[in-house]
């Protein structure tokens, strides 16, 4: 039965070549600006670049602060940590994400509590989650406790899955109702918006990815965002090794981090950000394309964003009304040429994550049983 | 006084130049390597660089297995792990260090616990240590016990200051009778040498950096070395999110670190490390150039391998005899173009590692008003 839906994805694609999921494209002003930066000697972490991509990345996204750092976990990490994520606290996160969001997490000596996400954006259900709270959860002193493991619940933590912007109106409308803080993991989702406000600006701080395989590569690389001009310090302070600054001295007034985006990296990234809008032009003409192949078939339909929100389209995904069997599609997927992915595990189902509190994952078990991610690379 | 000593200084320079600590220098294939990373679209986790920059590593150290990560911390912070470092474990270290040899300890949730350094090498005391050893622990079952914290002692992490090689045959005799594991802090150390063997190999694990100021630069970057196979492949495991290889499924079997060196800085380090004989005859000419100036003064030395060792000469330093202000000494170099520095504020005087147990401060306390680093760096 895949037969028919796979060929019709094939021809989306005028080549006869493999088609990956994504591979970084560098035709633009890569090569000059990491060869200045090598010339200029300024290849770690200080140099023009790294002020550059900074400026870059906050002006395209609105973020009155961007902080370039080593790469997303890190950018997460960090972030949690200034929205007041401390030991023992629990994290709301979906469990339908890569498995740094709940690591990030982790590195906080947090621990992950998993919520259930939603088909229509993939993202955190705002409805399932305002009512898993309503049960779970008390208010002590200004705090929100979960009453059966006593412990605090500090921050949601939404992820805008394969680019596509989550519900954050209303995981924010819910957060300030709980007293809670909102971390965005816009890992996937640089050029995305909500309403015409970029994805990652809405929580207090938002954090993204630039590995290899996003829409934007800076090698490794990610940005921590946030419109609190002192937050915006604090991470620079904390991802620098927290160092005070002075002309010799080596003073570090708390545990810091070396988490500093070196200006070679920064290079690469300020070339690629000059193509960020040729890449969502692409993607989104892949969008249509794929949308027009999947005409007629039935069963299926490809991840669309919603009225309020604008995708950057960085994974194109299918979801099937059906469980599937995925090996078999996949194979014949993978025989065919396209470079398709499943979903990923669900982190709940994770071995060192199976003990984490959760809500009902029902959602999320079906949809990891139907969503195909497909080719998304731009071929030169 | 000092106006003859820094003038002494200056006539090395045969320049008018200002003259800092230390630069990197890229006068090989760096951007060659690294315009092929960028051609060849693999710039960020995965590439040919990062597996040829390991296997030169390995070669050149030594060393079984080499992992390249993203710093020097993650190098560390990894090898504790692995040497078994658990939660409210403590770790003995020197004071005398760049604070991420401390910080690298809090990220395992383990406890700094600072020894003494010594004059001769400004490593750990390895007589200081024993004795202290013998003090403050008892042995428990196989396990070494604080007896006043009662906290598992598990690793020594002895540092190679200023790649100047400490006592480690010594300080491997104390590890051993008092069954605890070593892991050296080599960050500053490659190329540099102990009875032949090379640094970072003495211990389980050993950790280098390759940030913009060390002898080699990838512009941000590190390498776990091991001799242990097994202990390898478990650090390549962990600093790649701990993700078990499938063609397309994302398992993770446990918590891991997103710690891989993009192949674009892999590609920087492999042209920089061909040129690594090259900086260690400069640096080795230049120790022989500052000792012929600093002849006929007095009350002041310079840092000189011992017997045994093979020291990289990264950064040269003056140790004087007496308390130095140091102040108005840097002022005047800084004055005279030379970008001198003192050592570090000696870790346990930071605020937030004020209240970690230590030994004796004495030797550590004293040399930290007495030793400068002298400009190192290479001039094309």
Redesign the interface.
């Known amino acids: 039965m895949f037969e028919d839906l796979v060929a019709s994805l094939r021809s989306v694609w005028e080549t006869e070549k493999d088609v990956g999921l994504h ?4 035709i633009g002003n ?2 000059k600006y ?2 200045e930066a ?2 200029s ?6 140099g023009p670049f790294v002020d550059r991509f900074e400026e870059d990345i906050a002006s395209y996204t609105g973020a009155k602060k961007a902080v370039a750092v ?5 950018a997460l990490h960090i972030s949690l940590l200034l929205a007041g994520v401390r030991e023992n606290d629990e994290v709301l996160l979906p469990s339908l994400t ?3 969001t709940a ?1 990030a997490v ?2 906080c ?1 947090a621990i992950p509590h998993f919520v259930d996400s939603e088909y229509e954006t993939l993202g955190i259900d705002p409805i399932n989650l305002r009512q898993y709270l309503d049960e779970i959860s008390d208010q002590e002193g200004g705090v929100t406790i979960n009453k059966k493991t006593k412990r605090r619940i500090s921050v949601i933590l939404p992820v805008h899955v394969f680019g596509n912007p989550c519900k954050i109106d209303q995981i924010l409308e819910i957060a300030k109702d709980f007293k809670l803080e909102v971390v965005e993991d816009a890992a996937e989702s640089l050029g995305s918006t909500y309403r015409g406000q970029h994805t990652g600006t809405f929580g207090l701080l938002g954090a993204i990815s630039f ?3 996003k829409i934007v ?4 690389g990610g940005a921590i965002l946030t419109n609190e001009e002192e937050l915006g310090q604090m991470a620079k302070h904390l991802t620098t ?3 005070v600054p002075h ?12 988490y ?6 920064a290079a ?1 990234g300020c070339a690629q950000l000059e193509q960020l809008e040729s890449y969502l032009v692409f993607k989104r003409e892949l969008f249509g394309k794929y949308k027009n192949a999947l005409n007629g078939q039935k069963g299926v339909r490809l991840m669309q964003e919603g009225n309020s929100a604008k995708s950057n389209y960085w994974l194109q995904a299918l979801v099937f009304d059906q469980k599937i069997n995925k090996d078999d599609l ?1 194979n014949l997927f ?1 025989e065919s040429g396209l470079g ?3 979903a ?2 669900p982190l709940h189902k ?3 994550l199976a003990d984490s509190p959760k809500s009902s994952m029902l959602n999320t078990e079906l949809l990891v049983d139907r969503v195909i991610n497909l080719p998304s690379m731009q071929i030169n």
């Open positions: 591979e970084p494209i560098f890569e090569e990491v060869g090598i010339r000697t300024y290849v770690s972490s200080v080593v790469n997303g976990t890190a890569f498995a740094a690591n982790m590195y000596g590995n290899g395989n590569t800076t090698g490794g090794t927290a160092k002309r010799w001295e080596y003073v570090h007034d708390q545990l810091g981090y070396n500093r985006m070196p200006n070679i990296n690469l996949l993978h398709c992915r499943p990923w595990k994770l071995p060192y």
